[in-house]
């Protein structure tokens, strides 16, 4: 990419495009394009190709999507599968039908079978049956991917797909009904400490596995791929994991994160219950990030520092507070 190519970042707003924007601003790219929900509906076929034919962009990082953790998903599946699919769909052939020079497709790591062998690798898609409290999002995100490894085959186009580890960082979602697992216990020790009340319930046992990026890394490995890498280099899967590669259980997350909350109230502290007729979801969740760190690139930063950032983030009013629209 040159420094006065022309950018679309899809999701803008969201965590993982603000931290897209921001690295590409920070690098120095001065063309970037960007269009909010109500400027461009990406659900809207017509709407996106018209897009692409007028503002031409020669680079795409598809960060949009329908997103939450794994209550909204287990109530509320059917956006997570018609959403995805239809920004995702829409938004690769409108690139491929108007000559899009490279694309980044982000994808999640959730598009792994539920007992695949741990650390995932990508060669373990479509290897066995997915986890089924997040099914609906992790097709559509499969379905994506596979579309675009199967342009670069029949139409030789430049899509490559990254596959991140769970996330957190500056501009989270922090509504309770639909925010992922830290950003929720973000909000719910600072109430439990604001209130008074020094006690929080958390979903399931505790016991499973999970390995957290800060949003800014992930931005800058996608960037750093998008400049370094063509999709012939992820081959044979057309698509890499982008994680930490280290892992902790949810109950030492909470610990850490309630840890950080905490610290500034010496001599409290908050109690734990855990609600086990909730659900855990994939017992263990950790990416084999080898072919990442072959190809040049690895996380930064220490998960402690990233929650303190990000506690200070959610303080600034930075994040959503409620469900995004």
């Not at 690139?297 to 959503?320: C, T």
Request: net charge neutral.
């Amino acid at each position: 990419m040159e420094k006065t190519s022309k950018i679309f970042v899809a999701g803008h707003r969201g965590l993982v495009g603000g931290a897209i924007y921001r690295n590409l601003q920070a690098r120095g790219y001065s063309n970037i394009l960007t269009r909010t929900h109500s400027e461009l509906d990406l659900c809207c076929q017509s709407a996106v190709n018209d897009f692409f034919v007028s503002e031409k962009p020669e680079y795409v990082f598809l960060a949009a999507a329908h997103v939450g953790g794994i209550g909204i998903n287990s109530e509320h599946p059917a956006p997570f599968i018609y959403e995805n699919m239809m920004i995702g769909f829409n938004v690769v052939e409108a690139a491929r039908k108007n000559g899009v020079k490279k694309l980044m497709n982000l994808g999640s790591t959730c598009i792994y079978p539920k007992m695949a062998p741990q650390p995932l690798e990508e060669k373990s898609l479509l290897t066995g049956p997915l986890e089924p409290t997040n099914d609906a999002y992790a097709l559509a995100k499969i379905s994506v991917i596979k579309l675009c490894q199967k342009y670069n085959f029949e139409y030789g186009t430049n899509f490559l797909s990254v596959m991140p580890t769970n996330l957190y960082g500056p501009g989270d979602n922090y509504d309770l009904a639909g925010s992922h697992v830290l950003p929720a216990m973000i909000r719910k020790f600072d109430e439990a400490k604001k209130s008074g009340t020094d006690e929080v319930t958390l979903w399931g046992d505790g016991s499973p596995l999970r390995e957290f990026l800060y949003s800014e890394d992930l931005a800058d490995a996608v960037v750093y791929l998008m400049e370094t890498c063509d999709a012939k280099d992820l081959l044979p899967e057309s698509f890499v994991n982008v994680g930490t590669g280290k892992e902790l259980t949810i109950q030492q997350i909470a610990l850490m994160v309630r840890d950080v909350v905490y610290a500034d109230a010496p001599g409290r502290e908050c109690r734990i219950t855990w609600d086990t007729s909730k659900p855990n979801g994939t017992p263990r969740k950790l990416c084999n990030v080898s072919k990442l760190t072959a190809l040049g690139w690895v996380a930064k930063m220490p998960l402690e520092e990233g929650i303190r950032l990000s506690y200070r983030d959610y303080l600034a009013g930075g994040g959503s507070m409620t469900k995004r629209q």
